[in-house]
Nanobody
Framework: QVQLVEFGGGLVQPGGSLTLSCVAFGSISSIYAMGWYRQAPGNEREFLARITSGGSTAYRDSSVLGRFTISRDNAKNTVYLQMNSLKPEDTAVYYC??????WGQGTQVTVSS
């Protein structure tokens, strides 16, 4: 079994930065990629970024590319999402994902002045 625990959410002003962390516990050898999704009220959960065990990355689209950076520390079983130039529309619950089918509990990110 695998458990994913997110850290780092909170309130930030527009234009600010925030780094989310996701720590994996358990049978982590079964995880071949990890990523981040988010879900805003009234919206579907949407993909943001992923990183494979080998370090290959992919991002949603231009709305986050250049502002968000995913990285991982294999020694710490941790994946990070560095978010810069945050906008109010980035407000959502952010979820860590471990392929093939593991999810964290989510952490709230609110961008507001």
């Amino acid at each position: 079994q695998v458990q994913l625990v997110e850290f780092g959410g909170g309130l930030v002003q527009p234009g600010g930065s925030l780094t989310l962390s996701c720590v994996a516990f358990g049978s982590i050898s079964s995880i071949y990629a990890m990523g981040w999704y988010r879900q805003a009220p009234g919206n579907e959960r949407e993909f943001l970024a992923r990183i494979t065990s080998g370090g290959s990355t992919a991002y949603r689209d231009s709305s986050v590319l250049g502002r968000f950076t995913i990285s991982r520390d294999n020694a710490k079983n941790t994946v990070y999402l560095q978010m810069n130039s945050l906008k109010p529309e980035d407000t959502a619950v952010y979820y860590c994902y471990g392929a093939p089918s593991y999810w964290g509990q989510g952490t709230q990110v609110t961008v507001s002045s």
